[in-house]
Nanobody, 110 residues
């Protein structure tokens, strides 16, 4: 399996925005769901968003209204748009598309 690669993480102030990307080779995005998770230090990995192969989105309550998941099948890339970020959103963010990516760090602090 080809491992997806996340990018777009970094440091942002509370209230700011980031867009994460998840890229992989091959036409796997049109055939698989794309799931986003995060893991903060000392905590379990937590689901934050999903988009099915047919484009149906789902979010936990903690992400509704602030996070938007999308994908571009032609570019073999998934996205997680995060707005109104809070310090508690600080974590390593992972995408899962048939396999796990290596993660990208998101830090929200002033």
């Amino acid at each position: 399996q080809v491992q997806p690669v996340e990018s777009g993480g970094g440091w942002v102030q509370p209230g700011g925005s980031l867009r994460l990307s998840c890229a992989a080779s091959g036409s796997i995005f049109s055939l698989n769901d794309v799931d986003w998770y995060r893991q903060a230090p000392g905590k379990q990995r937590e689901w934050v968003a999903s988009i099915t192969a047919h484009g149906i989105e789902a979010y936990p309550d903690s992400a509704k209204g602030r996070f938007t998941v999308s994908k571009d099948d032609a570019k073999n890339t998934g996205y997680l748009e995060m707005n109104s970020l809070k310090p508690e959103d600080t974590a390593v963010y992972y995408c899962y598309v048939a396999s796990w990516g290596q993660g990208t760090q998101v830090t929200v602090s002033s």
